[in-house]
Every structure is written in structure tokens, then in C-alpha cells.
Nanobody
């Protein structure tokens, strides 16, 4: 079955950076679009970014454009999210998602805390 395991979360200061990773297994990763989503305390799940199977297409929600970069390594079955210029409002649980948008196929998440 689909297994997605996120890592790389932690504490960052405002303006700092973190790089999230997602190890995928149980499906043909190289054929699947992938996304990142997040959920802040007390809020719903929000789609953040998506990438096509061959990395030719990438999309971002407006609030992270120019700060976050999604990428993937199909040889390693791994999805990444480079997060720069972090803001307090980026603080959330981040999920790796199989497919475009927010789907049921997602991992357990990794916590990102942005605080000075």
C-alpha cells in the first residue's frame, strides 16, 4: 500500500530555512504527481505545492511563492520541499500527498515550528 514518510521538520527562526523530505513506497513514484499540504493549529488542511511526475510542472499556493521550492528525485523515490524565508504563519504540520491537491494518500506529517 501507499506509504509516505516525512522528515526534516523542526524549529526555525523567522527568516530561516528548513528542507522537508518524503520517502515514498508502495506505488510507482516516478509515475505519480505529488504534493505537499499543511495544517496549522485550529485550521483545515491546506494544499501548499504540487509537482508533476517528471518535474516539468510545479505549482504553489500564493502565500509561499518565491519562498518554497518543491522538487523530487525519482531515482530515490523522494519528494522535497525547500522552505526559505520562513514566517510564523508557515508554522504547521506538513504532509506529503500522493497526487495533485489534498488526497487521502498522505503521510503522518512532520511539524514545522517558526519562532524566535
Amino acid at each position: 500500500q501507499v506509504q509516505l514518510v516525512e522528515s526534516g521538520g523542526g524549529l526555525a527562526q523567522p527568516g530561516g530555512s528548513l528542507r522537508l523530505s518524503c520517502a515514498a513506497s508502495g506505488f510507482t513514484f516516478s509515475s505519480s504527481a505529488m504534493s505537499w499540504a499543511r495544517q496549522a493549529p485550529g485550521k483545515g488542511l491546506e494544499w501548499v505545492s504540487g509537482i508533476g511526475s517528471a518535474s516539468r510542472t510545479k505549482y504553489y499556493t500564493n502565500s509561499v511563492k518565491g519562498r518554497f521550492t518543491i522538487s523530487r528525485d525519482n531515482a530515490k523515490n523522494t519528494l522535497y520541499l525547500q522552505m526559505n524565508s520562513l514566517k510564523p504563519e508557515d508554522m504547521a504540520q506538513y504532509y506529503c500527498v500522493k497526487g495533485w491537491g489534498v488526497t487521502p494518500d498522505r503521510g503522518q506529517g512532520t511539524q514545522v515550528t517558526v519562532s524566535s
